[in-house]
């Protein structure tokens, strides 16, 4: 069967447009694959040398896996399907209670470079023209396209340009001026290990203690175990995501968790850290000719697992804009305009999440029984997230 756009009516609208997309992540790819089968002629611009990624995991549920069936790109054999959340007392790893799946469908869990690989084939067979080794200095608007300078000195015209290069995007400052982020005193250690599963049944694990957390789920048909753990602190504040940690250091700052996540942690070989600083929801996504898509536009914190998966919703809607609306300029704007209060709202369910992984004293007791009570309404409280279809 045809991807989706193919489908529509309108589908060919675009098909004298060239658009110029920055960024070959997750949402960047996703974005130019969907102009693309929309018809649009698509240069994607990624500063790297190669598309690779360091180990690390991510959750795509319901609303981001119906993106990716739409773009025909949902190789179920690359992910793992989900069956739940186990959270645990984090002293001996006991279990408090075991959280259901969202009745929207099932969460995947992914490599991330497992998904960009996925994404980058499918793109490049559908004719987009992905440059790597491509780093953006600049770009301009004109009334009728917009100038990309790359740091090479080379010049690049579109009619549509499309920022997907993350939270700390160079481009956001040219339509929102400078903006100082605000640090969440959170740091986060990612890290990935081999492993030996001891069920057939895949759940992620969460074990809330005072001041931190540690989320774990398995990946590459369990053959892998992906390690999130967040602490508040606040002697660390570099920002970048890649940077190496030590691993006696993890261990020591989560030296009181036991059970089965002391057992991962004592088994981690290399690890990344970084600062979790907070930026707000973009005060303004598009100037007409220039647009900002996922982190770039609303840059969230880590504690609902919808940062990839808001920007597979924004890519979808961004092409689907084009369908509906004439010329670039009504297009772009429809697009912020149906994309704003979703990504708020999300955004600020993940900055909630935050401060219940990290109660302490009698307050984390109440929550931990609070989640053994109600179970399953807890799941269904996000449903809103989930359930949402940007495709239908």
């Known amino acids: ?31 130019a694959l969907a102009l693309r089968q929309h018809g649009a002629q698509v240069t994607l611009l990624e500063q790297a040398p190669a598309l690779t990624e360091v180990g690390a995991g991510l959750q795509i549920s319901e609303n981001g896996m119906c993106v990716l069936r739409a773009l025909g790109v949902a190789d179920l054999s690359a992910g793992q399907k989900s069956y739940g959340t186990i959270l645990r007392d984090y002293r001996k790893g006991r279990v408090v209670s075991r959280l259901p799946g969202p009745s929207a469908g099932p969460t995947y869990y992914f490599h991330r470079a497992d998904l960009l690989n996925l994404l980058h084939s499918a793109a490049r067979k559908a004719g987009v023209d992905v440059r790597l080794g491509a780093k953006v200095s600049n770009v301009q608007k004109h009334p009728n396209e917009a100038e990309i300078l790359l740091a090479s000195g080379e010049r690049l015209r579109a009619e549509c340009v499309i920022a997907a290069d993350g939270g700390r995007s160079t481009i956001r400052p040219a339509l929102n001026g400078p903006e100082t982020p605000e640090f969440t005193h959170q740091v986060a250690w990612r890290a990935t290990i081999p492993w030996r599963p001891d069920s057939d049944v895949v759940t992620a694990s969460l074990s809330m203690g005072p001041g931190r957390h540690v989320v774990t789920y398995p990946l590459r048909d369990q053959s892998m175990m ?4 967040v602490e508040e602190r606040s002697d660390w504040r570099e920002e970048g995501w890649k940077l190496n940690g030590d691993p006696d250091e993890l261990r020591a700052r989560f030296s009181g968790f036991g059970g089965p996540v002391g057992e991962i942690l004592s088994k981690v070989s290399d690890v990344n850290l970084w600062a979790l600083f907070l930026r707000p929801v973009a005060e303004k996504w598009q100037n007409g000719r220039l647009a900002l898509l996922g982190d770039a536009a609303h840059p969230t914190l880590p504690f609902m697992a919808q940062g990839a998966c808001l920007a597979l919703e924004d890519a979808w809607t961004l092409a689907r804009s084009f369908d509906e609306h004439s010329g670039v300029t009504s297009a772009l704007a429809a697009y912020e305009k149906m994309r704003r209060p979703r990504a708020e709202s999300v955004v600020a369910a993940a900055g909630s999440n935050a401060r219940n992984f990290h109660l302490s004293g009698p307050a984390r007791l109440a929550a931990q029984c609070a989640l053994m009570a109600i179970g399953g309404k807890l799941s269904r409280r996000y449903e809103w997230i989930y359930s949402y279809d940007v495709t239908a």
């Open 1 to 31: 069967m045809a991807p989706a756009f193919l489908r529509y009516a309108g589908g060919m609208k675009i098909n004298r447009l060239n658009f110029c997309v920055i960024g070959g992540g997750i949402g960047g790819l996703a974005a």
């Open 226 to 229: 992906n390690i999130v753990a």
